[in-house]
């Protein structure tokens, strides 16, 4: 099971590209704009309620382990402490670096099972990490 793991492991880092190459070619340079400010990021108990609820209970669990079903079950009960969470998180600027490790797993595609370009990589990521950018997603989309 090693040998795999560390061929897909090759495989995948063989393929990919660093970031910063990645942010020259897409990404333009923008100028500076001053008449337009987004305001504070506040987390509030019923965005994070109604992210929890939308949740699918059958996706298989982040790499926190923390599954889906027991998050939207128990939505009602972890909207204000996981507000108060993520609000701390944005008033210190520090995103706990658990939430940054992903496990990277292979998916076929299709084809030969035994060729390594008919996989894709994926990333499994904490639940919580998740919840957290569609909530700073939700208020930079309705920025832009």
């Not at 939207?72 to 701390?88: G, I």
Request: aromatic share 12%; hydrophobic share 40%.
């Amino acid at each position: 099971m090693t040998s795999k793991a560390n061929f897909f492991n090759e495989y995948f880092t063989s393929i990919s590209t660093e970031p910063d190459s990645i942010q020259s070619k897409i990404l333009p340079r923008f100028h500076r704009c001053t008449d337009l400010f987004i305001t504070p990021l506040s987390i509030e108990p019923p965005d994070v309620y109604h992210v929890l609820l939308s949740l699918n209970p059958n996706k298989l669990k982040g790499f926190d382990n923390l599954p889906n079903r027991l998050l939207k079950n128990c939505a009602q009960s972890l909207a204000t402490p996981f507000s108060l969470l993520f609000n701390f998180i944005l008033a210190t600027s520090h995103f706990p670096a658990a939430w940054k490790i992903a496990s990277v797993i292979p998916l076929h595609k299709s084809g030969s099972l035994h060729d390594e370009q008919n996989y894709r990589p994926i990333s499994i990521l904490p639940s919580l990490s998740k919840d957290f950018e569609k909530l700073i997603h939700k208020h930079l989309y309705s920025f832009f």
